[in-house]
């Protein structure tokens, strides 16, 4: 039954908590991870990909001389496993225009906010700093706008008063593993698509923040 899986390539940056989640969902899924790709060497995820016999690669930025050098070696690096679908997890560098193109519609992001709200970095205490009752996390296709891409689907955590931005991260991670794995499994599924700039899921569109887990 392999040749029926979607094969995904997760890129990383760090301690790879949501790869994990994709890690273990897959043994159940209709996906399989063919490659980890990290631009940090050292980064937590790619043990956890090797613990379980996933390949795994490093192409840090700072070995290319400028952003669109780094982000052609990362494009060959990702297409040299022919996968149907990149799947960022805690990536944290800024892909190039020609990147997001070449991978348009078969490339996720997962983002820890209520996108539009709060893009970039510092969510969890943006979010604490401007006093919101709700926080959560996004997933979205990415394209040339930074978290800027359709939303595919959120879910929500409660802020309370004494929440720091240590007690929402973790709060939200929790929300992440959930929801990751299954907007995934969307997409491995064939219902899930990006069209004329619009996330699509079973055909229909989806409205802007998309399919709301817990409303
Ligand atoms: C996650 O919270 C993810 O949403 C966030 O980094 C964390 C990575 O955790 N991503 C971004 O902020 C992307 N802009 P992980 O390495 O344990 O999965």
Redesign the pocket.
Same mark, same amino acid.
Not at 28 to 43: G, L, R, T
Not at 74 to 85: A, F
Not at 91 to 118: D, Q, T, Y
């Given at each position: 039954m392999e040749s029926t899986h979607c094969k995904i390539v997760v890129l $990383? %940056?760090? #301690?790879? %908590? #949501?790869?994990? =989640?994709l890690i273990d969902a897959s043994v159940h899924s209709n996906f399989k991870i063919a490659a980890v790709i990290s631009n940090k060497a050292d980064?937590?995820?790619l043990q956890r990909a090797q613990r379980d016999d996933i390949p795994t690669a490093v192409v840090e930025h700072k070995d290319y001389e400028d952003r669109n050098e780094f982000d052609r070696a990362l494009m060959e690096s990702i297409d040299s496993y022919s996968p149907d679908l990149v799947v960022? =997890?805690?990536?944290?560098r800024i892909l190039g225009a020609e990147f997001v193109s070449h991978f348009r519609g078969r490339i996720l #992001? $997962?983002?820890?906010s209520l996108l539009p709200k709060f893009p970039? $970095?510092n969510?969890h205490q943006r979010a604490l700093d401007a006093k919101e009752k709700e926080h959560g996390?996004s997933v979205h296709f990415v394209t040339e706008e930074l978290?800027g891409g359709p939303v595919i689907a959120q879910d929500r955590v409660k802020v309370s008063k004494d929440d720091t931005a240590g007690s929402l991260?973790e709060k939200?991670?929790e929300k992440?593993h959930l929801l990751y794995p299954k907007v995934v499994s969307w997409y491995a599924a064939g219902r899930l698509k990006l069209e004329n700039n619009q996330a699509t899921l079973d055909g229909s569109a989806l409205p802007e923040g998309g399919v709301q887990v817990h409303p």
């Amino acid at each position: 039954m392999e040749s029926t899986h979607c094969k995904i390539v997760v890129l $990383i %940056s760090g #301690n790879g %908590s #949501n790869l994990q =989640a994709l890690i273990d969902a897959s043994v159940h899924s209709n996906f399989k991870i063919a490659a980890v790709i990290s631009n940090k060497a050292d980064a937590f995820g790619l043990q956890r990909a090797q613990r379980d016999d996933i390949p795994t690669a490093v192409v840090e930025h700072k070995d290319y001389e400028d952003r669109n050098e780094f982000d052609r070696a990362l494009m060959e690096s990702i297409d040299s496993y022919s996968p149907d679908l990149v799947v960022l =997890a805690g990536f944290m560098r800024i892909l190039g225009a020609e990147f997001v193109s070449h991978f348009r519609g078969r490339i996720l #992001n $997962i983002h820890p906010s209520l996108l539009p709200k709060f893009p970039g $970095i510092n969510t969890h205490q943006r979010a604490l700093d401007a006093k919101e009752k709700e926080h959560g996390v996004s997933v979205h296709f990415v394209t040339e706008e930074l978290d800027g891409g359709p939303v595919i689907a959120q879910d929500r955590v409660k802020v309370s008063k004494d929440d720091t931005a240590g007690s929402l991260a973790e709060k939200v991670l929790e929300k992440e593993h959930l929801l990751y794995p299954k907007v995934v499994s969307w997409y491995a599924a064939g219902r899930l698509k990006l069209e004329n700039n619009q996330a699509t899921l079973d055909g229909s569109a989806l409205p802007e923040g998309g399919v709301q887990v817990h409303p």
